[in-house]
């Protein structure tokens, strides 16, 4: 954000600040819509922070698939439904703003990150990122992978021999070193518990109940992380485009638009931000989510640790970048685990014309909710989905399936642009864990877990690691 000034990055947020964001006029439009307004000033946000499943499945059962809120601050409308995730993902017809449903809520902290771009400008700065995704690069990713999390395993044991770890935690720490390597081409090294403290104030304050960057509020203390970022990786960009090695980052301080240009360098800062926030915290989200659900489910954790051997010869052995297609059950676990908790649970977007949906008409302007985790948890769609099942994702059970009952990586043109790292980076910790470790959850009681802004467990997810190799 280089070339905004202070005064008006402070403002970035608000409505005041982007006049041509779609207005809805009043919140007297909305009054046909049935729901609830919840309690004075807070309107329906703490208790949507809280029990966020909970709260849609009692709004649905009371008002239906169509249902009014107010949370932080404004009223908007929720669309629960595979139909409501593809009308909105899909997008078929251009209805609904990307920018103007996360701008209020992320735009002082991952401004112009290709999450909140619209149409013409996310397709061309979608088009330049692409190549950082292309098969060449991506398989040095995946022996830069597989060298740091080898690495990460050997200390693991050191750590914790037949003992007891906070998954979470660990999972974290090593996603920020693989990111760091396979994004950044170097290791952080003494700054890693700095921007890593980065990270984790900016993802917090995303859900600050208080949404001006005041000290001591989450909010002051992402915008002071992301101040950080963006020093850092500035820095970064102009080492980079002088000296460019095989890494992410390289890739994109070089991408150039269709008229061969290269994206300015705040532009390249603010991507590369928003990348390493969604490969760190939605990888260890996901990964963490799919190992707890492998140590409740001893079979299956046997499963994909047999795939492994079968696939790589043995145990501790890299899996190559050609093999990663071969490891399908622990694609179908992922996939299950994104199921059975997406990282992203709600998703916003802003009407940008009147539409009619669910019966109800919505007029332009209005913010829009729509819920994967909600239909990621609807019987309708999935039997039992209470239970952990990765058998859903065989390619029958697939095509019987509403095509938008399973969205945990978006859809449309904004569908995850890392998506398959996201799958080569969990398999590749697959491999590397389970051929080293059998993973139990410690005594205690089942974990609770924070479900905003991206889930995780309270207590960093007890396990106990034995050692097998």
Known sequence: MASIAPEAAANLHTERANPHWVRLGGDHKLDHIPGEDGWPVLGTTL???ADPLGFQKRMVETYGPVFRTRSFGRRGVNLIGADANELVLFDRDKLFSNEQGWGPVLNLLFPRGLMLMDFEAHRVDRRALSIAFKPEPMRAYCGVLNTGIASAMEQWAKNTGNGSMRFYDAIKALTLDTAASSFLGLPLGPEADRLNKAFVDMVQASVGVVRKPLPFTKMGKGVAGRRLMVDYFGRLVRERRANPGQDMFSQFALATRDDGSLLPEDVVVDHMIFLMMAAHDTITSSATVLFWQLAKNPRWQDRLRA???AVTGGDGLPLAYEDLGRMELTEMAFKEALRFMPPVPNMPRRALRDFRFGGYDIPAG??????PAAVHADPAHW???????????????????????????GGGAHMCLGLHFAYMQVKLLANHILTRFEVRMAAGAEPLWQAWPIPKPRDGLRVEMRRIC
Do not use: N
Not at 366 to 371: A, E, K, L, M, V
Not at 387 to 406: G, Q
């Open 366 to 371: 209005t913010p829009i909710g729509i819920s």
């Open 307 to 309: 795939e492994a051997r």
């Open 47 to 49: 208790m949507q922070l």
């Open 383 to 409: 039997e039992s989905p209470e239970i952990f099942d990765p058998m859903r994702f065989t390619a029958d059970k697939v095509a019987a399936r509403h095509k938008y009952a399973w969205v945990p990586f």
